[in-house]
């Protein structure tokens, strides 16, 4: 059977230039470098400069994107950006990112889901393709996370950074086999009463502000490894392969105890877990981009791996995808 599929064709990353220890921090705020690495493996984070903006980050991370897979702004027809920190209330970041890559034509909108928005963004742009509507996707997550942290507040403060990461998919055929390269299997959940547990206490229609960031760390933390879990055992039944055929699990970076305890839940071992919390912290809808672009870089991401991504965020939302690199 032929069908079309989702291959990356390319990945970028794009960090800000400053860098801020958790040592920093602790001059700040009421906390310690030991308790954020003990209990987060976080060490330090990418922080933007005054006036840098979502959008900066994604364009960069694009370009280095569009490089990576040989293409120009002119062959993209579609451009999905996840963020939850949009440069401006409206139009979409997307738009801008369109605009600053000299994009004249297609289409480009926002994805809104938190940490999960990059899974979200995979999902959606890989139906636009298999729908036969794109033929190149420009995939992004893209964060300023630092913009709505509440900097006196030690419980959040100390867990998120800021950064963009970027993906392109190209229509390729397919046999509709497993052993396919591309996109094979996407899955998105949300269960909005859970609100309460990570939200912000502002937005445009409700305050006129923009708000900041609160969470019910401990309960978020018990309903991550349960969701994500569900979402990687759900991937890998739709393709009928099993969990020793993963090579590489690129989890959202949110803590390292929620990347340990999940990869120990469904079965993968630690050397198959990409990692990047330490050195970004919780870059939102940027952390699998950007974990994915520092595997691929490096080497251990080579073509046909079997590459599993989740996340999980505020919403809740969550979800997984599983990609034949
Ligand atoms: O990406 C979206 C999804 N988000 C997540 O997945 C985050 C999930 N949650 C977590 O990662 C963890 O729950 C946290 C890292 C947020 C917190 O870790 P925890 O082990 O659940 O700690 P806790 O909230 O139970 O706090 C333990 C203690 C408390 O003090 P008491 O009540 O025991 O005296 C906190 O007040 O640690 C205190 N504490 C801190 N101490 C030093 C909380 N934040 C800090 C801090 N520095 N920054």
């Known amino acids: ?13 794009f ?11 602790a001059r700040r705020l009421d906390t310690s470098d030991e308790w954020i690495r003990e209990r987060t493996g976080i060490r330090e984070r990418h922080i933007v400069a005054e006036g840098e903006c979502t959008s900066d980050l994604a364009i960069a991370a694009s370009q280095a994107a ?34 600053k890559l000299g994009m004249r034509h297609g289409a480009a909108f926002d ?20 729908a036969g509507q794109a033929k190149h996707c420009l995939v992004i997550g893209a964060e300023t996370f630092s913009r709505i942290l509440d900097w006196k507040d030690r419980t959040t403060a100390v867990l ?4 963009a990461g970027a993906i392109v998919l190209s229509a390729h055929e397919g046999t509709g086999k497993s052993s396919d390269r591309g996109v094979l299997t996407t899955h998105i959940f949300s ?12 937005g445009p229609s409700k305050t006129k502000t923009t708000g900041h960031v609160r969470m019910e760390g401990k309960e978020v933390f018990r309903h991550a490894i349960n ?54 912290a919780n870059t ?39 990609i034949r690199w």
Request: glycine share 8%.
């Open 66 to 99: 569009l490089k990576d897979a040989h293409l120009h702004a002119k062959d993209i027809d579609l451009i999905v950006l996840a963020t939850a920190t949009p440069d401006e209330t409206f139009p979409a970041t997307a738009t801008t990112v369109q605009a």
């Open 15 to 25: 960090l800000p230039e400053r860098v801020v220890t958790n040592a920093e921090l």
């Open 227 to 280: 969701n994500i879990s569900d979402a990687i055992e759900k991937a890998i039944k739709t393709v009928d392969l099993s969990v020793e055929d993963v090579d590489w699990f690129v989890p959202h970076q949110a803590n390292q105890r929620i990347l340990d305890g999940t990869a120990k839940r469904v079965g993968i071992s630690s050397s198959r877990v990409i990692s990047t919390v330490a050195k970004h």
């Open 191 to 202: 269960d909005g009463r859970y609100h309460d547990l990570l939200y912000v206490d502002g």
């Open 284 to 322: 939102s809808a940027a952390s699998v981009p950007l974990a994915l672009a520092e595997a691929v870089n490096d080497g251990r991401i080579k073509r046909n791996n079997l590459v599993l991504l989740e996340a999980m965020g505020g919403g809740f939302t969550w979800g997984s995808a599983l």
């Open 160 to 163: 998120f950074g800021d950064g």
């Open 111 to 130: 994805i809104q889901a938190v940490c999960s928005g990059f899974i979200y963004a995979v999902a959606t742009a890989d139906n636009f393709i298999k």
């Open 1 to 13: 059977m032929r069908v079309t599929r989702s291959v990356v064709a390319g990945v970028g990353a």
